[in-house]
């Protein structure tokens, strides 16, 4: 059963999420810590910007939306539904250059 839902988060279910609906996610929900979109004036000095995630080499919107998906202690727990996490995967991805 694991496996499907580890394909399921791969490049289709990458393609199939809604950038934009991760901006707004983005901007309400994460924009207290990160810059999430040019334009804003302020967040934590001590976290990335999407833009600085977006360039990362290393960058895939699959192991972004999982690292999303799971708790770690830097960043607060919000209740992201696999779709919302893709979503927020998909618009950080739509940053880069």
Same mark, same amino acid.
């Given at each position: 059963?694991? &496996?499907?839902? *580890? $394909?399921?988060? /791969? !490049?289709?279910?990458? &393609?199939? %999420?809604? %950038?934009?609906?991760?901006?707004?996610?983005?901007? +309400?929900?994460?924009?207290?810590?990160?810059?999430?979109?040019? /334009?804003?004036?302020?967040?934590? *000095?001590?976290?990335?910007?999407? *833009? $600085?995630? %977006? +360039? #990362?080499?290393? =960058?895939s919107p @699959? #192991?972004?939306? &999982? =690292?999303l998906l799971?708790?770690?202690?830097?960043?607060?727990?919000?209740? &992201? $539904? #696999? !779709? @919302?996490?893709?979503?927020? *995967?998909?618009?950080?991805?739509?940053l880069r250059?």
């Open positions: 059963m694991l &496996l499907p839902v *580890a $394909s399921s988060c /791969g !490049t289709s279910s990458a &393609l199939a %999420a809604d %950038a934009g609906h991760g901006a707004d996610l983005a901007k +309400r929900w994460c924009a207290s810590c990160h810059v999430v979109a040019s /334009g804003q004036a302020q967040a934590s *000095a001590d976290v990335p910007s999407f *833009a $600085s995630v %977006a +360039r #990362r080499p290393d =960058f @699959e #192991r972004l939306a &999982l =690292f799971d708790p770690h202690p830097k960043m607060p727990d919000f209740p &992201l $539904s #696999r !779709t @919302e996490a893709g979503d927020i *995967a998909a618009y950080i991805g739509s250059p």
